[in-house]
C-alpha cells in the first residue's frame, strides 16, 4: 500500500501529527548558508575568476573565460526555430495568455492637490536591470522563464540578465533557450548556484550588476538570495513545492492522485495533501496512488515526497478543511467540489487558488495566465504572487505653495519639537512665513 500518512481529525493526536507534517527542517537551510557564504565572498573578491572556478567545481562545466559563458541571441533564436510546431505554438499561446493577464496590473502615477494647493502624488519608475535564475538540475523549467521575464517586460525593466546552470559540456533544454527568446531576455550565462546570484548580485568583469534577482532555485541558490538581500532586491525564499487539495469525494480518484503526483514530482521535499470529509473516497485516492505510481517517469522522487511530507486527512466537512488550509497557507490550493466559488472567502491565505473539479493545478504551472512564482512554506500568510508590481518602484511626490508650507509647516515644528530634532522644525519653521 501507499506510503503516504492518513490522519483523522477526529483523532486525539490529530493536532500534534497535523503540526509535525508542517514542519520543515532547517538543518539543510543552515549548512547551504555557510557554503553559499564562502561561494558569495569569493565572487564578490574575484569576480569572473571565481565565478569561472566555481562553475568548474560544481557543475564540471570549463571555460577559458566568462564570456564563453554567455550563450549567443543568434543560438536563441536558433533553439525557438528548431522546436516542432506544437512546441512552437504551446510556448506563444503560454505566453499571450500570461501577457494578458499580468497587463492588467501595471501600476500608474498619480497626483492630487488638497485644498491647501499642495500637491500630492506617486511617480512610478521600473527597475534598470533585473536578473532572472531558472533552475536546471533535477528538471527544466521554460515555463519559469516566462513566468519571470514577461511581467518584467510589461513592467518596462530595461535589461533582463538570465543565469541558467547547465553541468558539464551540454546546453539546457532547447525549450528553456526558445523562451528566453520569446520573452526577449537580453543576455543568458550558463551558470547556476550560488556563484551565480553572488555575480547578479554584486557584478562581475562581464556579468552586470542587478537591481533584484527572481526565481527558485535549489538550498544554496535559496541561502545566496537569502545573503545577498539588501544589496540587492529578491522575489522571495522558495522553498519546496507544495498543494492543498480539498475535495468533497466526487471527483475522480485517479484525477486527484496525478494532482498529488504533479506537486510530488518537484523533488523529495514537495508536500502533498488531500483533506476530504469521505474517508471511502481517501481510500480510493490511496489505492489510486498505489495503481498509477508504478508508471510515473518520476517515480522514486513522487514516492520519497508522499512518504515524507504527503498526507490524506479525513476532516468533517469542508469547513473544517478550510480552516486547516489557512493553518497550511499552501502555496497552491485545488478547490475540488461543487460550488466552489461559494466559499472563496473562507480562503484567507494560498498563494493560488485553483476552483472547481476540472481546474488542474498544473494548468497554472504552465498557460493559464496568472504568474506560477508564489509564496511557499506557509508564507501565503503575507506574500503574494510574483506580478508586474514586483519589477516597479514608487516615488512619492510632495510640492507645497507658500500657504501650504505655513499650515503644514507649523504641524511639522511641533512634532519635530516634541522629539527633540530641532533642526527638523526649523527647516519647516524658516519657511511658514516666507
Same mark, same amino acid.
Given at each position: 500500500?501507499?506510503?503516504?500518512?492518513?490522519?483523522?481529525?477526529?483523532?486525539?493526536?490529530?493536532?500534534?501529527?497535523?503540526?509535525?507534517?508542517?514542519?520543515?527542517?532547517?538543518?539543510?537551510?543552515?549548512?547551504?548558508?555557510?557554503?553559499?557564504?564562502?561561494?558569495?565572498?569569493?565572487?564578490?573578491?574575484?569576480?569572473?575568476?571565481?565565478?569561472?572556478?566555481?562553475?568548474?567545481?560544481?557543475?564540471?562545466?570549463? @571555460?577559458?573565460?566568462?564570456?564563453?559563458?554567455?550563450?549567443?541571441?543568434?543560438?536563441?533564436?536558433?533553439?525557438?526555430?528548431?522546436?516542432?510546431?506544437?512546441?512552437?505554438?504551446?510556448?506563444?499561446?503560454?505566453?499571450?495568455?500570461?501577457?494578458?493577464?499580468?497587463?492588467?496590473?501595471?501600476?500608474?502615477?498619480?497626483?492630487?492637490?488638497?485644498?491647501?494647493?499642495?500637491?500630492?502624488?506617486?511617480?512610478?519608475?521600473?527597475?534598470?536591470?533585473?536578473?532572472?535564475?531558472?533552475?536546471?538540475?533535477?528538471?527544466?523549467?521554460?515555463?519559469?522563464?516566462?513566468?519571470? @521575464?514577461?511581467?518584467?517586460?510589461?513592467?518596462?525593466?530595461?535589461?533582463?540578465?538570465?543565469?541558467?546552470?547547465?553541468?558539464?559540456?551540454?546546453?539546457?533544454?532547447?525549450?528553456?533557450?526558445?523562451?528566453?527568446?520569446?520573452?526577449?531576455?537580453?543576455?543568458?550565462?550558463?551558470?547556476?548556484?550560488?556563484?551565480?546570484?553572488?555575480?547578479?548580485?554584486?557584478?562581475?568583469?562581464?556579468?552586470?550588476?542587478?537591481?533584484?534577482?527572481?526565481?527558485?532555485?535549489?538550498?544554496?541558490?535559496?541561502?545566496?538570495? *537569502?545573503?545577498?538581500?539588501?544589496?540587492?532586491?529578491?522575489?522571495?525564499?522558495?522553498?519546496?513545492?507544495?498543494?492543498?487539495?480539498?475535495?468533497?469525494?466526487?471527483?475522480?480518484?485517479?484525477?486527484?492522485?496525478?494532482?498529488?503526483?504533479?506537486?510530488?514530482?518537484?523533488?523529495?521535499?514537495?508536500?502533498?495533501?488531500?483533506?476530504?470529509?469521505?474517508?471511502?473516497?481517501?481510500?480510493?485516492?490511496?489505492?489510486?496512488?498505489?495503481?498509477?505510481?508504478? #508508471?510515473?517517469?518520476?517515480?522514486?522522487?513522487?514516492?520519497?515526497?508522499?512518504?515524507?511530507?504527503?498526507?490524506?486527512?479525513?476532516?468533517?466537512?469542508?469547513?473544517?478543511?478550510?480552516?486547516?488550509?489557512?493553518?497550511?497557507?499552501?502555496?497552491?490550493?485545488?478547490?475540488?467540489?461543487?460550488?466552489?466559488?461559494?466559499?472563496? #472567502?473562507?480562503? *484567507?491565505?494560498?498563494?493560488?487558488?485553483?476552483?472547481?473539479?476540472?481546474?488542474?493545478?498544473?494548468?497554472?504551472?504552465?498557460?493559464?495566465?496568472?504568474?506560477?512564482?508564489?509564496?511557499?512554506?506557509?508564507? @501565503?500568510?503575507?506574500?503574494?504572487?510574483?506580478?508586474?508590481? #514586483?519589477?516597479?518602484?514608487?516615488?512619492?511626490?510632495?510640492?507645497?505653495?507658500?500657504?501650504?508650507?505655513?499650515?503644514?509647516?507649523?504641524?511639522?515644528?511641533?512634532? @519635530?519639537?516634541?522629539?527633540?530634532?530641532?533642526?527638523?522644525?526649523?527647516?519647516?519653521?524658516?519657511?511658514?512665513?516666507?
Amino acid at each position: 500500500m501507499s506510503g503516504i500518512a492518513r490522519l483523522r481529525t477526529r483523532d486525539g493526536t490529530f493536532g500534534a501529527s497535523f503540526r509535525a507534517l508542517l514542519v520543515r527542517s532547517e538543518t539543510d537551510a543552515h549548512k547551504a548558508e555557510v557554503v553559499a557564504r564562502e561561494i558569495i565572498d569569493d565572487v564578490r573578491a574575484r569576480g569572473d575568476a571565481a565565478l569561472l572556478a566555481w562553475t568548474e567545481r560544481l557543475d564540471k562545466r570549463t @571555460a577559458r573565460s566568462v564570456a564563453e559563458l554567455e550563450v549567443p541571441a543568434t543560438t536563441l533564436r536558433a533553439a525557438f526555430e528548431g522546436l516542432t510546431r506544437p512546441e512552437q505554438d504551446a510556448l506563444h499561446d503560454a505566453a499571450g495568455r500570461i501577457q494578458a493577464f499580468h497587463e492588467h496590473q501595471v501600476l500608474a502615477p498619480h497626483m492630487q492637490e488638497d485644498a491647501l494647493g499642495t500637491r500630492l502624488g506617486q511617480k512610478v519608475t521600473a527597475l534598470d536591470r533585473v536578473g532572472l535564475y531558472v533552475p536546471g538540475g533535477k528538471a527544466a523549467y521554460p515555463s519559469s522563464v516566462l513566468m519571470n @521575464a514577461i511581467p518584467a517586460r510589461i513592467a518596462g525593466v530595461g535589461e533582463l540578465v538570465m543565469m541558467v546552470p547547465s553541468p558539464g559540456t551540454g546546453a539546457p533544454p532547447p525549450l528553456v533557450l526558445a523562451s528566453a527568446h520569446i520573452a526577449q531576455v537580453d543576455r543568458v550565462f550558463l551558470a547556476g548556484g550560488a556563484q551565480a546570484i553572488a555575480a547578479l548580485a554584486y557584478g562581475t568583469a562581464t556579468v552586470p550588476r542587478v537591481d533584484k534577482i527572481v526565481g527558485p532555485g535549489n538550498a544554496y541558490v535559496a541561502a545566496a538570495k *537569502r545573503l545577498v538581500f539588501g544589496r540587492v532586491a529578491i522575489d522571495m525564499i522558495a522553498g519546496p513545492s507544495e498543494v492543498a487539495i480539498v475535495c468533497d469525494g466526487r471527483t475522480d480518484p485517479s484525477w486527484i492522485a496525478y494532482d498529488l503526483f504533479a506537486q510530488a514530482e518537484h523533488d523529495e521535499g514537495a508536500q502533498a495533501l488531500l483533506f476530504a470529509p469521505d474517508e471511502a473516497f481517501l481510500n480510493a485516492v490511496a489505492q489510486a496512488i498505489d495503481r498509477l505510481l508504478p #508508471d510515473m517517469e518520476r517515480r522514486a522522487i513522487i514516492e520519497k515526497a508522499l512518504a515524507g511530507h504527503g498526507a490524506l486527512i479525513a476532516v468533517q466537512d469542508l469547513g473544517e478543511a478550510l480552516d486547516l488550509v489557512n493553518e497550511v497557507a499552501p502555496e497552491h490550493l485545488e478547490l475540488s467540489f461543487d460550488g466552489a466559488e461559494a466559499m472563496l #472567502d473562507r480562503v *484567507r491565505h494560498a498563494g493560488a487558488i485553483f476552483v472547481g473539479r476540472y481546474t488542474a493545478e498544473s494548468l497554472g504551472d504552465y498557460c493559464a495566465g496568472p504568474n506560477h512564482v508564489l509564496p511557499t512554506s506557509g508564507t @501565503a500568510r503575507f506574500s503574494s504572487p510574483l506580478g508586474v508590481y #514586483d519589477f516597479q518602484k514608487r516615488t512619492s511626490i510632495v510640492q507645497c505653495t507658500s500657504r501650504g508650507a505655513a499650515v503644514l509647516g507649523k504641524t511639522a515644528s511641533i512634532l @519635530a519639537r516634541g522629539e527633540g530634532l530641532t533642526a527638523h522644525a526649523r527647516s519647516a519653521e524658516c519657511r511658514m512665513h516666507g
